[in-house]
């Protein structure tokens, strides 16, 4: 089982970036992206359902970040807009065989990614 997780880099504040998150090995219901800052916990940031395609998003990113999936890529992105310095954080593609329904607790989700670095400068 893994995710792949790319897309990362340096931006200015008001840009974007999208992430991608390959999966592979196994089925997956559940997928989201979460961020951790320097010295802070891991965050949520969007959530999705496989199968239906429901959206889940924090309060801090709504308005700004899609996330979607493709079916025959069986990847998920994550489209980062009107990026500011306070999205800087280290991103991870999170994902379950359960239907979690956008829960934003870390210990939910069983698999893991390696992380993406995104830096926004100001």
């Known amino acids: 089982v893994q995710l792949q997780a790319s897309g990362g880099g340096l931006v200015q504040a008001g840009g974007s970036l999208r992430l991608s998150c390959a999966a592979s090995g196994r089925t997956f219901s559940s997928f989201a992206w979460f961020r951790q800052a320097p010295g802070k916990e891991r965050e949520f940031a969007a959530g999705?359902?496989?199968?239906?395609?429901?959206?889940y998003y924090a309060d801090s990113v709504k308005g700004r970040f899609t996330i979607s999936r493709d079916n025959t890529k069986n990847t998920v992105y994550l489209q980062m807009n009107s990026l500011k310095p306070e999205d800087t954080a280290v991103y991870y593609c999170?994902?379950?065989?359960?239907?979690?329904?956008?829960?934003?607790?870390?210990?939910?989700?069983?698999?893991w990614g390696q992380g993406t670095q995104v830096t926004v400068s100001s």
């Open positions: 999170a994902a379950d065989s359960r239907f979690l329904y956008g829960t934003n607790r870390v210990s939910d989700y069983a698999y």
């Open positions: 999705i359902n496989w199968n239906d395609r429901t959206t």
